[in-house]
Protein backbone atom coordinates (compact mmCIF):
# COMPACT_ATOMS: atom_id res chain seq x y z
CA UNK A 1 0.00 0.00 0.00
CA UNK A 2 3.04 2.67 0.71
CA UNK A 3 4.71 1.21 -2.24
CA UNK A 4 1.19 2.05 -4.41
CA UNK A 5 0.82 5.40 -2.87
CA UNK A 6 4.44 6.61 -3.42
CA UNK A 7 4.49 5.73 -6.98
CA UNK A 8 1.27 6.89 -7.02
CA UNK A 9 2.13 10.70 -6.51
CA UNK A 10 5.48 10.10 -8.92
CA UNK A 11 3.51 9.82 -11.83
CA UNK A 12 1.19 12.33 -10.93
CA UNK A 13 3.66 14.92 -10.07
CA UNK A 14 5.39 13.99 -12.90
CA UNK A 15 2.33 13.93 -15.74
CA UNK A 16 0.36 16.85 -13.87
CA UNK A 17 1.20 19.65 -16.69
CA UNK A 18 -0.61 16.91 -19.11
CA UNK A 19 -3.54 16.15 -16.97
CA UNK A 20 -6.56 17.96 -17.53
CA UNK A 21 -8.01 20.32 -15.11
CA UNK A 22 -11.03 21.66 -16.78
CA UNK A 23 -14.61 20.36 -16.76
CA UNK A 24 -15.15 18.20 -19.51
CA UNK A 25 -18.17 16.29 -20.92
CA UNK A 26 -20.06 13.12 -18.70
CA UNK A 27 -18.31 10.52 -17.14
CA UNK A 28 -18.19 7.24 -18.97
CA UNK A 29 -21.43 6.04 -16.53
CA UNK A 30 -22.80 8.54 -14.17
CA UNK A 31 -22.27 6.59 -11.01
CA UNK A 32 -20.45 7.35 -8.06
CA UNK A 33 -19.26 3.82 -7.67
CA UNK A 34 -17.61 3.67 -10.49
CA UNK A 35 -13.96 6.08 -10.34
CA UNK A 36 -13.73 8.37 -13.54
CA UNK A 37 -10.87 11.03 -13.38
CA UNK A 38 -10.77 11.72 -17.33
CA UNK A 39 -13.79 14.37 -16.62
CA UNK A 40 -14.67 13.41 -20.38
CA UNK A 41 -11.77 14.03 -22.40
CA UNK A 42 -9.60 11.16 -23.33
CA UNK A 43 -5.65 10.81 -22.19
CA UNK A 44 -4.79 10.07 -18.79
CA UNK A 45 -6.42 10.72 -15.74
CA UNK A 46 -5.21 10.60 -12.17
CA UNK A 47 -6.95 10.30 -8.60
CA UNK A 48 -5.09 10.83 -5.17
CA UNK A 49 -6.32 10.58 -1.90
CA UNK A 50 -7.19 8.53 1.20
CA UNK A 51 -10.18 7.18 3.04
CA UNK A 52 -10.85 6.62 6.74
CA UNK A 53 -12.70 2.66 7.15
CA UNK A 54 -14.78 1.43 10.21
CA UNK A 55 -15.24 -2.02 9.30
CA UNK A 56 -15.64 -6.11 10.79
CA UNK A 57 -11.94 -6.85 11.17
CA UNK A 58 -12.70 -10.32 8.97
CA UNK A 59 -15.29 -12.00 7.24
CA UNK A 60 -17.76 -13.13 9.91
CA UNK A 61 -15.93 -11.23 12.67
CA UNK A 62 -17.98 -9.42 15.84
CA UNK A 63 -14.68 -7.23 16.06
CA UNK A 64 -14.58 -3.83 14.22
CA UNK A 65 -11.77 -1.12 14.20
CA UNK A 66 -10.15 1.88 12.10
CA UNK A 67 -8.22 1.44 9.44
CA UNK A 68 -6.86 4.44 7.15
CA UNK A 69 -6.47 3.21 3.73
CA UNK A 70 -4.75 5.04 -0.06
CA UNK A 71 -7.36 5.76 -2.42
CA UNK A 72 -7.01 6.81 -6.47
CA UNK A 73 -5.91 5.38 -9.71
CA UNK A 74 -4.48 6.55 -12.67
CA UNK A 75 -6.43 5.61 -15.67
CA UNK A 76 -6.32 6.26 -19.65
CA UNK A 77 -9.40 6.84 -21.16
CA UNK A 78 -10.25 6.44 -24.79
CA UNK A 79 -13.51 6.92 -25.96
CA UNK A 80 -15.98 4.34 -24.34
CA UNK A 81 -13.13 2.53 -23.29
CA UNK A 82 -10.99 3.37 -19.95
CA UNK A 83 -8.08 1.14 -18.49
CA UNK A 84 -6.99 1.72 -15.07
CA UNK A 85 -4.35 0.85 -11.92
CA UNK A 86 -5.82 0.94 -8.73
CA UNK A 87 -4.33 -0.33 -5.75
CA UNK A 88 -3.89 -4.06 -6.27
CA UNK A 89 -6.26 -4.55 -9.40
CA UNK A 90 -5.49 -3.65 -12.86
CA UNK A 91 -8.47 -3.47 -14.98
CA UNK A 92 -10.41 -2.13 -17.96
CA UNK A 93 -14.24 -0.88 -18.78
CA UNK A 94 -16.13 -0.11 -21.39
CA UNK A 95 -19.48 1.14 -22.10
CA UNK A 96 -21.15 -0.82 -24.93
CA UNK A 97 -24.67 0.84 -27.04
CA UNK A 98 -24.76 3.48 -23.93
CA UNK A 99 -26.51 0.96 -21.94
CA UNK A 100 -23.96 -1.98 -20.62
CA UNK A 101 -20.86 -1.07 -18.53
CA UNK A 102 -18.43 -3.96 -18.42
CA UNK A 103 -15.70 -4.70 -16.37
CA UNK A 104 -12.79 -6.91 -16.28
CA UNK A 105 -10.31 -6.96 -13.24
CA UNK A 106 -7.46 -9.00 -12.45
CA UNK A 107 -6.89 -8.08 -8.31
CA UNK A 108 -4.46 -9.72 -5.54
CA UNK A 109 -6.26 -10.71 -2.29
CA UNK A 110 -3.83 -10.98 0.68
CA UNK A 111 -5.77 -13.35 2.48
CA UNK A 112 -6.81 -13.98 6.37
CA UNK A 113 -4.42 -13.49 8.77
CA UNK A 114 -4.70 -15.51 12.42
CA UNK A 115 -3.94 -11.96 13.71
CA UNK A 116 -6.79 -9.82 12.36
CA UNK A 117 -8.76 -11.11 15.84
CA UNK A 118 -7.61 -9.35 18.44
CA UNK A 119 -9.18 -11.62 20.66
CA UNK A 120 -7.60 -15.13 18.98
CA UNK A 121 -10.87 -15.89 17.55
CA UNK A 122 -8.50 -17.00 14.53
CA UNK A 123 -5.58 -18.81 16.67
CA UNK A 124 -5.07 -22.05 15.29
CA UNK A 125 -6.70 -21.91 11.98
CA UNK A 126 -3.26 -20.15 10.28
CA UNK A 127 -2.85 -17.66 7.35
CA UNK A 128 -5.17 -17.43 4.26
CA UNK A 129 -3.00 -18.00 1.27
CA UNK A 130 -3.00 -14.89 -0.94
CA UNK A 131 -4.05 -15.56 -4.45
CA UNK A 132 -4.59 -13.29 -7.53
CA UNK A 133 -8.30 -13.44 -8.67
CA UNK A 134 -10.54 -12.19 -11.78
CA UNK A 135 -13.70 -10.31 -11.42
CA UNK A 136 -15.66 -9.92 -14.29
CA UNK A 137 -18.18 -7.67 -14.01
CA UNK A 138 -21.74 -6.26 -16.28
CA UNK A 139 -24.68 -3.49 -15.65
CA UNK A 140 -27.09 -3.17 -17.48
CA UNK A 141 -29.13 0.24 -17.50
CA UNK A 142 -32.83 0.08 -17.45
CA UNK A 143 -33.50 3.41 -18.68
CA UNK A 144 -31.05 6.45 -20.76
CA UNK A 145 -29.89 7.93 -17.61
CA UNK A 146 -28.58 5.07 -15.46
CA UNK A 147 -31.60 5.62 -13.15
CA UNK A 148 -31.95 2.00 -12.51
CA UNK A 149 -29.81 -0.75 -13.36
CA UNK A 150 -29.07 -4.58 -12.99
CA UNK A 151 -25.34 -5.69 -11.67
CA UNK A 152 -23.85 -8.97 -12.04
CA UNK A 153 -20.13 -9.96 -10.66
CA UNK A 154 -18.35 -13.04 -10.53
CA UNK A 155 -15.14 -13.30 -8.58
CA UNK A 156 -13.28 -16.50 -9.50
CA UNK A 157 -9.84 -17.73 -8.35
CA UNK A 158 -7.42 -20.56 -6.75
CA UNK A 159 -9.75 -20.22 -3.91
CA UNK A 160 -13.10 -20.97 -5.66
CA UNK A 161 -16.22 -18.99 -7.24
CA UNK A 162 -18.41 -16.08 -6.00
CA UNK A 163 -21.37 -14.90 -8.01
CA UNK A 164 -22.86 -11.70 -7.08
CA UNK A 165 -26.63 -9.90 -8.46
CA UNK A 166 -28.87 -7.29 -8.08
CA UNK A 167 -30.47 -3.98 -8.78
CA UNK A 168 -29.44 -0.28 -8.63
CA UNK A 169 -31.12 3.04 -8.00
CA UNK A 170 -29.20 6.17 -8.55
CA UNK A 171 -29.85 9.44 -7.06
CA UNK A 172 -29.70 12.83 -8.94
CA UNK A 173 -29.11 14.45 -12.21
CA UNK A 174 -25.58 14.94 -12.29
CA UNK A 175 -23.58 13.59 -15.19
CA UNK A 176 -20.11 13.71 -13.66
CA UNK A 177 -20.30 10.53 -11.82
CA UNK A 178 -21.21 12.31 -8.37
CA UNK A 179 -24.40 12.33 -6.24
CA UNK A 180 -25.94 8.89 -4.65
CA UNK A 181 -26.71 5.78 -5.60
CA UNK A 182 -28.15 2.81 -3.65
CA UNK A 183 -27.64 -1.64 -4.69
CA UNK A 184 -29.43 -4.61 -3.06
CA UNK A 185 -27.53 -7.48 -3.91
CA UNK A 186 -27.34 -11.43 -3.58
CA UNK A 187 -24.19 -13.39 -3.69
CA UNK A 188 -23.74 -17.43 -3.81
CA UNK A 189 -20.60 -19.27 -3.68
CA UNK A 190 -19.00 -22.60 -4.07
CA UNK A 191 -18.33 -24.53 -1.72
CA UNK A 192 -14.24 -23.72 -2.48
CA UNK A 193 -14.95 -19.92 -1.74
CA UNK A 194 -17.14 -20.68 0.88
CA UNK A 195 -14.49 -22.94 2.88
CA UNK A 196 -11.59 -20.41 2.54
CA UNK A 197 -13.71 -17.78 4.78
CA UNK A 198 -15.96 -19.90 7.06
CA UNK A 199 -14.86 -23.74 6.76
CA UNK A 200 -12.81 -25.26 9.53
CA UNK A 201 -10.47 -28.49 8.47
CA UNK A 202 -9.76 -31.59 10.57
CA UNK A 203 -6.11 -30.27 11.63
CA UNK A 204 -7.56 -26.17 12.12
CA UNK A 205 -10.35 -27.95 14.52
CA UNK A 206 -6.84 -29.79 16.95
CA UNK A 207 -5.25 -26.37 16.95
CA UNK A 208 -8.19 -24.04 17.06
CA UNK A 209 -10.37 -26.34 19.13
CA UNK A 210 -13.29 -25.11 17.17
CA UNK A 211 -15.78 -27.75 15.52
CA UNK A 212 -14.88 -29.12 12.52
CA UNK A 213 -16.52 -27.38 9.83
CA UNK A 214 -17.31 -27.90 5.55
CA UNK A 215 -19.90 -25.54 3.85
CA UNK A 216 -21.49 -26.51 0.77
CA UNK A 217 -22.22 -24.65 -1.80
CA UNK A 218 -25.37 -22.32 -2.75
CA UNK A 219 -26.77 -19.39 -1.24
CA UNK A 220 -24.15 -16.66 0.74
CA UNK A 221 -25.86 -13.39 1.70
CA UNK A 222 -27.82 -10.38 0.85
CA UNK A 223 -26.75 -6.99 0.62
CA UNK A 224 -26.76 -3.58 0.77
CA UNK A 225 -24.76 -0.68 -0.18
CA UNK A 226 -24.72 2.59 -0.71
CA UNK A 227 -22.27 4.88 -2.40
CA UNK A 228 -21.47 8.47 -2.54
CA UNK A 229 -19.47 11.33 -4.24
CA UNK A 230 -19.12 15.01 -4.44
CA UNK A 231 -16.86 17.58 -5.49
CA UNK A 232 -15.89 20.23 -2.66
CA UNK A 233 -14.09 22.53 -4.94
CA UNK A 234 -12.58 22.09 -8.72
CA UNK A 235 -10.38 19.54 -7.87
CA UNK A 236 -11.11 17.82 -4.72
CA UNK A 237 -14.16 15.08 -4.08
CA UNK A 238 -15.11 13.80 -1.35
CA UNK A 239 -16.57 10.16 -1.34
CA UNK A 240 -17.69 7.85 1.12
CA UNK A 241 -20.03 4.00 1.82
CA UNK A 242 -21.69 2.23 3.93
CA UNK A 243 -22.17 -1.84 3.21
CA UNK A 244 -24.02 -4.26 5.31
CA UNK A 245 -24.17 -7.71 4.14
CA UNK A 246 -26.21 -10.70 6.13
CA UNK A 247 -25.43 -14.19 5.95
CA UNK A 248 -27.41 -16.90 5.08
CA UNK A 249 -28.12 -19.69 7.75
CA UNK A 250 -25.54 -21.78 6.25
CA UNK A 251 -22.64 -19.57 7.16
CA UNK A 252 -23.79 -18.60 10.29
CA UNK A 253 -23.43 -22.49 11.34
CA UNK A 254 -19.92 -22.02 11.32
CA UNK A 255 -18.14 -21.35 14.08
CA UNK A 256 -15.85 -18.49 12.40
CA UNK A 257 -19.27 -16.34 12.21
CA UNK A 258 -19.16 -14.58 15.12
CA UNK A 259 -21.79 -12.39 13.96
CA UNK A 260 -24.59 -12.89 11.15
CA UNK A 261 -23.54 -9.91 9.34
CA UNK A 262 -20.61 -8.01 8.12
CA UNK A 263 -20.80 -4.03 7.82
CA UNK A 264 -18.76 -1.15 6.77
CA UNK A 265 -18.65 2.16 6.88
CA UNK A 266 -16.06 4.29 5.41
CA UNK A 267 -15.68 8.23 4.05
CA UNK A 268 -12.66 9.65 2.37
CA UNK A 269 -10.87 12.49 0.18
CA UNK A 270 -9.74 12.57 -3.66
CA UNK A 271 -7.50 15.06 -5.75
CA UNK A 272 -7.97 14.73 -9.24
CA UNK A 273 -5.41 15.79 -11.15
Not at 249 to 268: C, K, L
Request: with cysteine; hydrophobic share 40%; aromatic share 14%.
Amino acid sequence: MKMFSALLIGIAVCASNQALAQDGKAALVPLPSVDDFSRGNDGWGFGLGFGVEYESAYEGSDEFGFEIEPAGAVQWRRGDDVFFWAGEALGWRGLRADTWLLEAVVAFDEGREEGESDDGRLNGLGNGDEETELVLQARRALDADWRYWLIGRVVTGGSGNLGLFGLGYRFGDRDDGTGSEINLVGAFHDSDFANRDFGITAQQSVASGLDETRLSSGFRSVGINYNYRHYIADNWQIFGEALYEHYSSGVQESPIARSNYEAEVSIGFLYVF
